[in-house]
Nanobody, 123 residues
Framework: VPLVESGGGRVQTGASLTLSCTASVRSLNDYAVAWFRQAPGKEREFLAAVTWNDGGTYYAESAKYRVTASRNTAKNQAYLLIHTLKSDDTAVYYC?????????????????WGQGTQVIVAS
């Protein structure tokens, strides 16, 4: 499995949560890792992406003040910090590796996906 997400679970409204994405490949240089989520009954949506070489980030307009994407090249891990969780953040969160070197919001630009990690936000 090339990508594995972790860090999900049941959390309280207002808390912050960091999700991790661990890559089993030797190096993610020249790729980007993105975060998507799929809430119950909704389509999967793009949240953020980080380019591996320089750590540059790219956010969905709707998410840019709610999440922070980052990566640790030594650990081959990407992270998504979600601030001030709300019930609407309940979803399965996925990380994905790009096919090319650019971070985009288009699912079809990502070739490898993790299995997802469930986040449930409750008061």
């Amino acid at each position: 499995v090339p990508l594995v997400e972790s860090g999900g679970g049941r959390v309280q409204t207002g808390a912050s949560l960091t999700l991790s994405c661990t890559a089993s490949v030797r190096s993610l240089n020249d790729y980007a890792v993105a975060w998507f989520r799929q809430a119950p009954g909704k389509e999967r949506e793009f949240l953020a992406a980080v380019t591996w070489n320089d750590g540059g980030t790219y956010y969905a307009e709707s998410a840019k003040y709610r999440v922070t994407a980052s990566r640790n090249t030594a650990k081959n891990q990407a992270y998504l910090l979600i601030h001030t969780l709300k019930s609407d953040d309940t979803a399965v969160y996925y990380c994905a590796q790009s096919k090319g070197g650019h971070a985009t919001a288009d699912e079809s630009d990502y070739g490898y996906w993790g299995q997802g990690t469930q986040v449930i936000v409750a008061s």
